[in-house]
């Protein structure tokens, strides 16, 4: 169990675009989830956390604006990079835990993003 | 700042070897956790240990956490070659702020 989906797993995308990124949890429900970015041979930098239901808290230095993130159901949580440029070309993670913050995270199998 | 820095960045070992890998923060930490990520996937969670625990086994893996020294180690006993991932060490300081703060990871390398 706690199987944490990504989709997609690779995006292409023009510079100037918007993607859509989900994080599903498959086999239970998620009152929290996580994303996190992962540029090459690096560590995972925490972007934001996000309750079902609620807005997101965004870790300082990530733009709201730019990665907008909706966790409007118990299994689905989605970030969206709006207008991505090639700087935000990176590997993006989420996790799901079932209660809270502190409980333990499972995640997902990441997705790269590639911006032209 | 980076909150975790494992040592060595890589390692390459033979299959049956033992791996080391040792990881080092700079704050106070309610828990430490270890990670494996194979290349290009997400990350498998290994084990958790409490700031109040010194030693913790599973299986072929030992982590111990030195509180004083803020750091600690996971052993991996008899490698395989499918052991070759990236390992991260995780800390946490709990309370109503909680998040994981990731190190930059060991490149473990198991040749066959």
């Known amino acids: 169990g706690a199987v944490v989906s990504q989709h997609p797993s690779r995006v292409i995308c023009k510079s100037g675009t918007s993607v859509k990124i989900e994080c599903r949890s498959l086999?239970?429900?998620?009152?929290?989830m996580f994303w996190y970015r992962q540029f090459p041979k690096q560590s995972l930098m925490l972007m934001a956390t996000?309750?079902?239901?609620?807005?997101?808290?965004?870790e300082q230095g990530v733009e709201k604006d730019k990665f907008l993130i909706n966790h409007a159901s118990l299994t689905l949580s989605t970030l969206t990079v709006t207008s991505a440029h090639p700087e935000d070309s990176s590997f993006y993670i989420c996790s799901a835990s079932r209660q809270g913050i502190t409980d333990t995270q499972y995640f997902g199998p990441g997705t790269r993003l590639t911006v032209l | 700042s980076q909150q975790g820095e494992e040592d060595p960045q890589a390692l390459s070992i033979q299959e049956g070897e033992n791996a080391t890998m040792n990881c080092s923060y700079k704050t106070s930490i309610n828990n430490l956790q270890w990670y494996r990520q194979n290349s290009g996937r997400g990350l498998v969670h290994l084990i958790l240990i409490r700031s109040n625990e010194r030693e913790k086994h599973s299986g072929r893996l030992r982590v111990t956490l030195d509180t004083s020294k803020k750091s600690s180690s996971l052993l991996i006993t008899a490698s395989r070659a499918a052991d070759t991932a990236s390992y991260f060490c995780a800390t946490d300081a709990g309370g109503s702020n909680y998040k994981l703060t990731f190190g930059k990871g060991t490149l473990l390398t198991v040749n066959p």
């Open positions: 086999d239970f429900q998620a009152t929290t």
């Open positions: 996000s309750n079902e239901g609620s807005k997101a808290t965004y």
